[in-house]
C-alpha cells in the first residue's frame, strides 16, 4: 500500500525528477547531464558493434588500431569524466555551504527500521520529539543532524536533497528546502538488514503560518482521558517501549507515539494511517513489516485491539 499522497501525485517512489527545492535542483541537473551521457555513450557502443560485425574491413581496421584505443579509451575518458568532476562539484556547492546560524534544525537518529525524529531549540536541545515523519516550513532551509544507533543506514528525500550516509558514532549535517507545499516521500538509501526496504519516510512542508500553528499546538499540553484503550496501553507492556507526552509512558526503544494520531503514514512510510491499518499494525505488524522489532499481539481480541487504536487516535 501507499503512503499519503504528495501535492503532485504520489508520494512513492519519489522522483528526482521533479526537484521541490534548491538543494534537490541542482542534482536534478546533474542527473540529466549524466543521463544524456549515458544515452551517448550507448549509441557509440551501438555504432561500434556494428562497424566491427557488418562494417567495411577498412573501417573494422582502423576501429581496432592503436590509436583508436589511446583516443577512444584513455585520453577522451580522462577530460570528460575530468569536466564532469569540476562541473558536477560546482553545481553541486549549494549543498556544503553555511545555512544560515537561525536556520531551523532537527535531528535525524536511524534505527532498524525507523527514524526518530527531534526538533531542537537553539541551543541543540530537544523541544519536540517525533517518528517517521517532518514537518518543515515552505522557503527555508533546514539543517538535519543525521546519526545512526545501529548500523549504517542513509537519508533520502529526492525531491529535497540529496542523499546522505548515518553513521555509527557520526553526525553528518545534511540541508534540505521545500520551495512548495506538499507531502515528499523519502527512503532509507544503504542496505541496512531485515525489512530496509520498508523504512520510509514523510516530509511535509506547510506555508509558514500553518506549521507554527501545529508545532504551537504540539506545544500546548494536554489532558489525557483515562479510558479502556489508555489501560490496555500500559497493561499489554506499550508503554514499557513507547513515549506519550504528558504521561507516564516513556519507553525509548520504539518510535514516540506523542503526535501518531495525526501522522500521515504508520510503519515508517509504508501504510496509511487510519483505524483500520492502526489495528492491523497492533495486532500482527510482523505480517506488515516482517523482521521489524514490534512483537505481534495475536492474543488481544478484536475489541482490545480497537480500544488502543481509538487511544492512539487521540493523539495529536
Known sequence: MQPAAANTGPGWPASIFDPAGPYAGSITTLSWLLLAMAAGVFLVVLVALWVALFGKHRLQKRLGGTRTIWIGGII?????????LVYGLSLTRNLAEPVPANAMRVRITGEMWWWRVAYLDARGQPVNIDANELHIPV???????????????????????????????????????????????????????????????????????QYHAIMAARRTPRQQVAGRGEQLFRSTGCAACHRIAGTDANGIAGPDLSHVGSRSSLGAGILPNN????????GDSQSIKPGNRMPAYKMLPAQDLAAIATYLEAQK
Open 76 to 84: 577522451f575518458p580522462v577530460i570528460v569524466l575530468s569536466g564532469l
Open 139 to 209: 522557503g527555508q532551509p533546514v539543517v538535519l543532524e543525521l546519526e545512526s544507533s545501529d548500523v549504517i543506514h542513509s537519508f533520502w528525500v529526492p525531491q529535497l536533497s540529496g542523499k546522505l550516509d548515518m553513521i555509527p558514532g557520526r553526525r553528518n549535517i545534511l540541508p534540505i528546502q521545500a520551495d512548495r507545499p506538499g507531502t515528499y516521500g523519502g527512503q532509507c538509501a544503504e542496505y541496512c538488514g531485515g525489512p530496509h526496504a520498508l523504512m520510509g519516510f514523510v516530509v511535509i512542508a506547510h506555508e509558514p503560518a
Open 275 to 282: 483505524r483500520g491499518t492502526l489495528i492491523g499494525w497492533i
